[in-house]
């Protein structure tokens, strides 16, 4: 069993705020170094469990936030920086993936940090008709390519959206959203037990995962947050307006609607 630990930022146990996820922001350092700790246990007991290979891959913001000579070496390989078209690079070797600190979709009450993609611009996803958030978007990027998502860790919202989602997966709810920017945070050894206790759990159930997959093609619609700044109809020439801040796109996969979008 190979593992592919896909990460984000705002869902890693001791983060509550934008200043530690903003590389110009007063608290970011912190932020890299609580992104690390996270992967480090994670990655840890993926192999205690019995994971052969394990990749970890960066995809905040640019993708240079972890601390490359802090990480642990039981890993195989962290992806690291910008990677084009390929979300997952080293995914084809891995049989099931884990999104780590993740985060609830756009507008959802109470979510720390919650946002879809962008919280400067998008307002709202909707895949296939249903409301969509990250978690659903690389669910359905990995799912396309025969892979389970097995553990979502973060917030309880993040966590309750993905077991709406994926009613197969372990969650690890390292803390309690109460606003955007405000938790009830479990104390760090804490966050680390539970991270390392739902991991393996995680791993030696992943057969039970199954693969999510979306109807083909997949509609998404993008509703933007402010009007003015729609995609131009030249840059984007198969999008359908709908209204002054929303469009649809469509795709034969998961991937290509995300690109596309
Ligand atoms: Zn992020």
Same mark, same amino acid.
Request: hydrophobic share 40%; proline share 4%; charged share 25%.
């Given at each position: ?9 705002e869902?890693?146990?001791?983060i509550t ?47 240079m ?21 390929d979300?997952y690079?080293?995914?084809?070797e891995c ?22 993609? $962008?919280?400067?611009s998008?307002?709202?996803?909707? *895949? ?5 958030? @990250? /978690?659903?978007? #690389? ?7 025969g ?9 309880d ?24 920017r ?9 966050a ?7 991991t ?7 057969a ?9 093609p ?5 509703e ?7 995609? $131009?109809?030249y ?5 359908? *307006?709908?209204?002054?801040?929303t469009? @649809? /796109?469509?795709? #034969?996969?998961m991937e ?5 979008a």
């Amino acid at each position: 069993m190979n593992i592919y630990i896909m990460t984000d930022m705002e869902g890693i146990s001791g983060i509550t705020s934008r200043e530690q996820v903003l590389p110009e922001a007063s608290r970011y350092q912190e932020g890299r170094r609580l992104m690390t700790a996270d992967i480090n246990v994670v990655v840890r007991a993926c192999k205690e469990a019995g994971a052969e290979k394990v990749y970890v891959r960066d995809c905040h913001g640019g993708g240079m936030n972890i601390i490359w000579s802090d990480l642990c070496a039981e890993a195989d390989g962290y992806v690291i920086g910008y990677t084009g078209d390929d979300r997952y690079p080293g995914l084809d070797e891995c049989d099931a993936v884990i999104l780590l600190g993740y985060h609830a979709m756009a507008g959802t009450l109470g979510g720390t940090l919650e946002h879809s993609m $962008s919280s400067a611009s998008i307002q709202n996803y909707h *895949i296939n008709g249903i409301p969509a958030g @990250e /978690v659903a978007i #690389d669910a359905g990027i990995v799912g396309d390519k025969g892979k389970p998502v097995i553990m979502v860790t973060g917030d309880d919202k993040v966590c309750r959206e993905a077991k709406e989602l994926l009613p197969w997966v372990v969650t690890a709810e390292v803390k309690r959203g109460i606003t955007w920017r405000g938790g009830m945070l479990l104390p760090a050894e804490k966050a680390y037990a539970l991270l390392r206790e739902r991991t393996i759990e995680a791993v030696q159930n992943a057969a039970f995962a199954r693969p999510l997959v979306w109807d083909k093609p997949i509609t998404m619609r993008v509703e933007l947050v402010e009007r003015g700044i729609l995609p $131009s109809a030249y840059a984007k020439p198969y999008m359908r *307006i709908l209204d002054g801040r929303t469009y @649809e /796109v469509t795709g #034969d996969t998961m991937e290509e609607v995300l690109f596309r979008a």
